[in-house]
């Protein structure tokens, strides 16, 4: 089944314990990207990468990393969690095509981080 | 930058047809997608428009008019399933994505 998998889905910290979200996609999608949705709000983007090796901010990158080392997985790092980053976090795939770019996004299930 | 408006909220009766709107102010434009969530549950795609005209699929029918910087989204013969948040998407260049804040739909017998 083609799909989008995120890990943890649901993780409960505390200020400053570093944490990482997983996410593998098994489409062969080139184009990976991270949002995150607070209530009330839309989706976020907070990295994203073209392919392999290829990052690039969104709107909110301010304390998060990602790395793209390989074509399935695109984890997202908060190396210093800080309670304004409690949030749900979706990953998302897409074939990039060259004309329409990265349009047709495939989601994970959402990871929800509380953030003491 | 970018930003979009549209609704916060939508209400309408089975079987009617409703318009979500978007308007957007975006930097560059590649286009414009719409995406349905259910309850905080995974977006999932509904429609994608990068040149000025409608798009049909099924019941949802999706519109752009790049010269007036808005779309809208059509849902049809509406049924309860359909009560959820749309969410407009402007694509300012082959990666960014930018949301709305969402439309939430709510469907009454």
């Known amino acids: 089944e083609a799909q989008v998998t995120q890990n943890p889905r649901y993780l409960i910290t505390v200020t400053g314990k570093k944490l990482t979200v997983t996410c593998s996609q098994n489409?062969?999608?080139?184009?990976m990207s991270w949002y995150r949705q607070d209530p009330g709000l839309g989706l976020r983007q907070i990295y994203y990468?073209?392919?392999?090796?290829?990052?690039d901010k969104g709107d909110v990158p301010e304390g998060y990393k990602v790395s793209r080392k390989e074509k399935r997985n695109f984890p997202l790092i908060l190396e210093s969690p800080s309670p304004n980053q409690t949030s749900l976090y979706f990953c998302?795939?897409?074939?990039?095509?060259?004309?329409?770019?990265?349009?047709?996004?495939?989601f994970g299930a959402g990871s929800r981080l509380t953030v003491l | 930058g970018q930003s979009l408006e549209q609704p916060s909220e939508v209400t309408a009766v089975e079987g009617a047809i409703v318009q979500i709107n978007c308007t957007y102010q975006t930097s560059g434009f590649y286009g414009l997608s719409w995406y349905q969530q259910h309850d905080g549950g995974a977006p999932t795609f509904l429609s994608y428009?990068?040149?000025?005209g409608l798009e049909e699929t099924g019941r949802f029918s999706s519109f752009l008019s790049r010269s007036d910087s808005y779309g809208y989204l059509l849902l049809q013969e509406l049924q309860m399933k359909d009560s959820a948040s749309y969410f407009c998407a402007v694509l300012p260049n082959a990666g960014k994505s930018t949301f709305g804040d969402g439309t939430t739909l709510t469907v009454k017998p």
């Open positions: 990468s073209m392919n392999v090796e290829v990052t």
């Open positions: 998302a795939s897409s074939f990039n095509s060259p004309v329409s770019g990265a349009n047709v996004l495939t």
């Open positions: 489409m062969n999608h080139e184009y």
């Open positions: 428009n990068a040149l000025d």
